[in-house]
């Protein structure tokens, strides 16, 4: 006690700032990010793929290693298109999540959103996190005029975070199409009952396309011997004629011979516009004396094999 006396008192103000950085993002990809990719045509459609390690981690500080989401945002080609001089053959692209379930169809400029599974280590042995798919449908193939097509396309894979960080993957696509030409619209050709007197005679439009105009060939077999043009029944066989007409006259055809130098072929969609603009027919015929001369009664049927070449 001090009477009389001031009693002094101090308080003591103790002040804590708790600081937080942003999060750091990082993404990375193991393995190369610049792909050459030269893609190769013998019909049907063409699927590319690539597989990518991609690592994508948030870290707060030193020690954390916290795999985030990330997206995938196409910069190149403007249209998903390959070209050679003036001339296009679309694709598409897609980017396919294989460490989760997103599949997301890409298109130009536009980001995926954060839908993909990012790691924070290496992928395991002989496996990846996800896959780039790049397919071409055979019906814009087959109606791409010969050249050599290329396509460079580049995406960026982006993770969020401070500085939004990003990889750029890079596909150099290349294609050469060739010349392409294609039969269809073959149906079979009923000659009908003979009468024993009369020839029987059918015949078949159809259709030939080509990716450029010009001339084709043609070889047509049957099923005898050395590919004659033969009906069957059994050991009987009944002998025919085949000819071929590309609008210019019917021309009779030799077994497996090629018959060169044929016009007309459709260029502009691979069946003939479903068969309005077939532009060739097969004729087959039989004459009275091959099938009386048949060793058994009944139905006599055979088989034609034509193939189409480029010239």
């Given at each position: 006690m001090n009477p009389g006396g001031m009693v002094w008192r101090s308080l003591m103000i103790l002040t804590l700032v708790l600081c937080w950085s942003d999060a750091f993002a990082r993404i990375g990809i193991s393995g190369p990010?610049?792909?050459?990719?030269?893609?190769?045509?013998?019909?049907?459609?063409?699927?590319?793929?690539?597989?990518?390690?991609?690592?994508?981690?948030?870290?707060?500080?030193?020690?954390?290693?916290?795999?985030?989401?990330?997206?995938v945002t196409t910069t190149s080609p403007a249209t998903f298109v390959m070209t050679s001089g003036a001339n296009q053959i679309p694709f598409t692209a897609v980017w396919r999540d294989l460490a989760g379930s997103a599949v997301h169809t890409l298109s130009p400029g536009a980001p995926s959103g954060d839908i993909f599974t990012g790691l924070a280590s290496g992928c395991p042995p002989a496996s990846a996190n996800a896959r780039l798919i790049i397919s071409m449908p055979e019906a814009s193939l087959l109606v791409a005029p010969p050249g050599n097509y290329t396509a460079v396309f580049m995406a960026w894979v982006e993770s969020s975070g401070q500085?939004?960080?990003?990889?750029?993957?890079?596909?150099?696509?290349?294609l050469t199409i060739n010349g392409v030409v294609r039969i269809s619209q073959l149906d079979p050709i009923n000659l009908g009952t003979f009468d024993g007197i009369n020839p029987l005679a059918g015949s078949d439009s159809l259709c030939v396309f080509r990716n450029f105009a010009g001339p084709y060939g043609v070889r047509v077999?049957?099923?005898?011997?050395?590919?004659?043009?033969?009906?069957?029944?059994?050991?009987?066989?009944v002998p025919v004629a085949v000819t071929w007409n590309d609008g210019a006259g019917a021309v009779t055809l030799s077994p497996g011979v090629l018959l060169s130098a044929r016009s007309g072929a459709y260029i502009l969609d691979p069946d003939c516009a479903g068969g309005g603009a077939n532009n060739a027919t097969i004729g087959v015929s039989a004459t009275a004396a091959n099938m009386g001369a048949a060793s058994t009664a009944g139905v006599h049927s055979g088989v034609l094999t034509v193939m189409v070449e480029v010239q």
């Open positions: 990010t610049t792909i050459a990719a030269p893609l190769n045509w013998a019909g049907g459609d063409i699927v590319y793929s690539h597989d990518f390690c991609v690592l994508s981690t948030q870290e707060p500080n030193q020690s954390g290693n916290t795999p985030v989401p990330y997206q500085g939004r960080p990003r990889i750029r993957v890079t596909v150099n696509l290349s077999t049957g099923q005898g011997a050395a590919g004659a043009f033969v009906l069957v029944n059994g050991a009987s066989q």
